[in-house]
């Protein structure tokens, strides 16, 4: 019987709490500046942009697109996968690809967020869309 793979839980603060509540709920939240409209990603306070503190929640449609890619194919734990995604809405992420067939993965493929249960809240992954 294959072993579920047991993810560690994140690490919050009072800056990020909101992502990690609505992650919770199943959503993948980003941040908008009001002063310069660029999305950014990881939720912070403070615009990367412009430096604002002109930022709101808003939520993300979770597609994106494979911008590049590394399959790790010798690994104690196996074969796995990390990624430079870029959201529809613009921002691009580091992320772990999971649940598809990794050496399948190809630059400008789409995929869609994923949650994996932690002993917190869960984490985001990427997934074949």
């Known amino acids: 019987m294959a ?4 993810y ?4 919050t603060n009072p800056e990020t709490v909101e ?23 990881f939720p912070r306070s403070i615009c990367p ?3 604002s503190d002109k930022t709101v929640w808003e939520e993300s449609s979770g597609e994106a697109t494979i911008y ?4 790790m194919r010798k690994s104690p734990t196996g074969p796995y996968a990390i990624a430079y995604v870029t959201l ?10 999971v649940d598809c067939d990794l050496t399948s993965l190809k ?3 789409k ?4 949650f994996k249960p932690t002993d917190g809240a869960p984490l985001p992954f990427f997934t074949a869309a």
Do not use: D
Request: a positive charge.
């Open 3 to 6: 072993e579920t793979k047991k």
């Open 8 to 11: 560690p839980a994140p690490v």
């Open 19 to 41: 992502f990690w509540e609505a992650a919770k709920a199943g959503k993948f939240m980003i941040k908008r500046c009001t002063a310069c409209g660029e999305a950014h990603y």
């Open 49 to 51: 942009f412009c430096f």
């Open 68 to 71: 590049t890619y590394s399959l």
């Open 88 to 97: 529809k809405e613009g921002p691009s992420l580091q992320t772990n690809i």
């Open 107 to 109: 630059i400008g493929q």
């Open 111 to 114: 995929v869609k967020v994923v």
